[in-house]
């Protein structure tokens, strides 16, 4: 499938499939988009609610690694440590890496971001003393872990271009994949996908949305 590079809003740059006419990221701004969701609604949340120093988090959708790259930092800037799975059907290119402009926006090291896409696949590796990293390649629908995770960044392509990953089947290998008051945290807001989550079981709240976009959700196993 085709990628092209796309600037977006905030100027750091995304991926786009021409043929979904989807981007990896919000146009609006990708570095913006994934440090709202993910980093302030997801990790920052968890950490202040749970009063922990630690956090494991799985990742429903690896992609160009933004958000593992920016949890990365957040480790090294402050006082906790993540054990972090990725999961992704069809990796990257690293050529396609290496033209992604988070590093440099970030002012952070370019090697520690190409370091999360080199590393292999299926193993447990050790990023820094407070990261660690394992990539599985495989599909949505193939997780069958259970209790092994607090967070979860469900960050899949959109409902209408992939509509099979955001239906009840999908969410419930979510809550089962979660430990107890686990946290998945989405830039979503469709009222389909938020009554999904609710019919498995998730407590779900909506919250103000990222740049562009009006509301998102996380949703809290009891």
Not at 190 to 204: H, L, T, W, Y
Request: glycine fraction near 8%; hydrophobic fraction near 40%.
């Amino acid at each position: 499938m085709k990628r092209t590079l796309f600037k977006t809003g905030d100027g750091s740059y995304t991926l786009h499939i021409p043929e979904w006419d989807e981007q990896y990221h919000s146009k609006h701004g990708a570095i913006a988009e994934a440090l709202h969701v993910f980093i302030k609604h997801g990790l920052y949340y968890w950490i202040s609610e749970n009063e922990t120093d630690s956090a494991s988090i799985l990742e429903i959708g690896f992609g160009t690694g933004l958000n593992a790259f920016l949890t990365f930092l957040e480790t090294e800037q402050n006082a906790f440590s993540v054990n972090y799975t990725g999961i992704e059907a069809y990796p990257l290119k690293i050529d396609e890496i290496r033209n992604l402009n988070y590093a440099a926006l970030l002012k952070a090291g370019e090697e520690k971001f190409l370091q999360l896409h080199q590393t292999p696949w299926e193993v447990k590796s050790t990023i820094s003393e407070t990261f660690q990293l394992t990539k599985q390649q495989k599909l949505f629908s193939e997780i069958h872990s259970e209790n092994c995770f607090n967070l979860i960044y469900f960050d899949a392509f959109g409902i209408r271009v992939q509509p099979e990953l955001w239906t009840e089947a999908i969410f419930k290998k979510m809550f089962l994949a979660l430990k107890s008051n686990g946290v998945l945290v989405t830039y979503a807001a469709n009222g389909n996908a938020r009554r999904a989550m609710q019919s498995v079981g998730f407590k779900v709240e909506r919250l103000a949305g990222p740049p562009g976009k009006k509301e998102m959700l996380r949703g809290t196993k009891p």
